[in-house]
């Protein structure tokens, strides 16, 4: 019996992504070195303060720990003007690359608004990546783009795990709410908040090509590749993504365009705030961020280390 051997040269020249080569990684001194201190007052509204370097360094809402970096809310007072956090900003800005954010453990908690995300200093018309973010005891993480008018996911084939929540990016889409943007909720719980926490957190992966647009793939402790150990990572191996977001006639890739990082920790505000009575959270938000401290021990990034590849 002889068996049909079928050769296709077409499989040869589908593209291919270039492997991706490491070009920087930061853990400790090094991680907190390539980021600013954002001290202005919330963008979102939130019930906070944002502090400089300096302060964040004396009142210990940022140290490292041997390799790993922590950046927390304060949890030791009283604060009638909002409660001291950290919002940080990378120095550099990125125009595409593979990300592996490798997180021991994040902000949760009633009130907190925790975010791990990408933006372009002319927003939104250089686009913001949304790859970690939720508010209150939320229990599954959701990945949003926002861009300016003419990028949409509506009707685009997506593989993907998670569910849209609404497929136009644009800030200020007919029929979403402002600044709603294209999201998509995982759903698994081992993604956000003590879920995530209680599983020595894992790794968020966001791959960004003009030839495939954003994907975002999140792996649990104890389900890292082995191309990821190795580093040598290989997205093509990886399955399918938590959110996908394809470029296209949909959605130009010059939409997003010098996207520096952020973590921030804000509370209340435009979503924690506005979504807090329903949240099963005690009294209300801006009184229990105010008045309870001890509330926040929890409110807290562990960062392992960032590694970008290009
Ligand atoms: C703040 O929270 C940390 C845990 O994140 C805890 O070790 C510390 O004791 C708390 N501080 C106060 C004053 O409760
Ligand atoms: C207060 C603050 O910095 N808020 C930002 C935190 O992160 C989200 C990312 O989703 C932004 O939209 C907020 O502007």
């Known amino acids: 019996m002889f068996k049909k051997i079928l050769i296709t040269t077409t499989a040869l020249v589908c593209s291919v992504q270039a492997a991706w080569v490491l070009q920087t990684t930061s853990a400790g001194s090094n991680f907190i070195n390539a980021f600013d201190y954002f001290t202005e007052a919330d963008p979102t509204h939130g019930f906070v303060q944002y502090v400089d370097g300096a302060t964040a360094v004396n009142k210990r809402l940022i ?23 950290v919002r940080i900003v990378s120095k550099n800005a990125y125009n595409r690359g593979l990300f592996l954010m490798d997180l021991e453990h994040m902000p949760t908690g009633c009130g907190t608004w925790p975010a791990y995300w990408m933006v372009g200093d002319n927003w939104p018309n250089q686009g913001e990546i949304d790859i970690l ?50 999201g998509v909720s995982s759903g698994n719980t081992n993604t956000y908040g003590t879920g995530f926490n209680g599983n020595k957190g894992g790794i968020y992966a966001t791959q960004w090509t003009a030839e495939e ?7 649990p402790r104890n389900a890292i590749p082995g191309d990821i150990h190795s580093n040598t990572p290989n997205p093509q191996g990886w399955g399918v993504p938590m959110a996908s977001f394809p470029f296209g006639a949909n959605c130009a890739a010059s939409k997003f365009r010098d996207l520096r ?12 705030g506005s979504v807090y009575g329903n949240s099963g959270c005690p009294s ?3 009184d229990y961020v105010k008045n309870t401290p001890s509330a926040f021990n929890e409110a807290y990034w562990k960062i392992n280390s960032l590694r970008i590849y290009q």
């Open 133 to 182: 973010e939720g508010v209150n005891k939320q229990t599954s993480n959701s990945v949003t783009l926002h861009t300016s008018a003419g990028c949409t996911m509506e009707g685009v084939p997506r593989t993907q795990t998670g569910t849209v929540t609404s497929a136009n990016c644009d800030v200020q889409a007919p029929g979403q709410g402002a600044n709603v943007g294209c």
């Open 213 to 219: 647009g954003i994907k975002v793939w999140f792996f």
């Open 261 to 272: 990082i952020v973590m921030n920790l804000t509370f209340c505000g435009d979503w924690a």
């Open 284 to 286: 209300n938000c801006v």
């Open 63 to 85: 140290y490292t720990v041997n390799d790993q970096v922590v950046i927390k809310a304060d949890n030791a007072t009283v604060s009638p003007n909002g409660r001291p956090s």
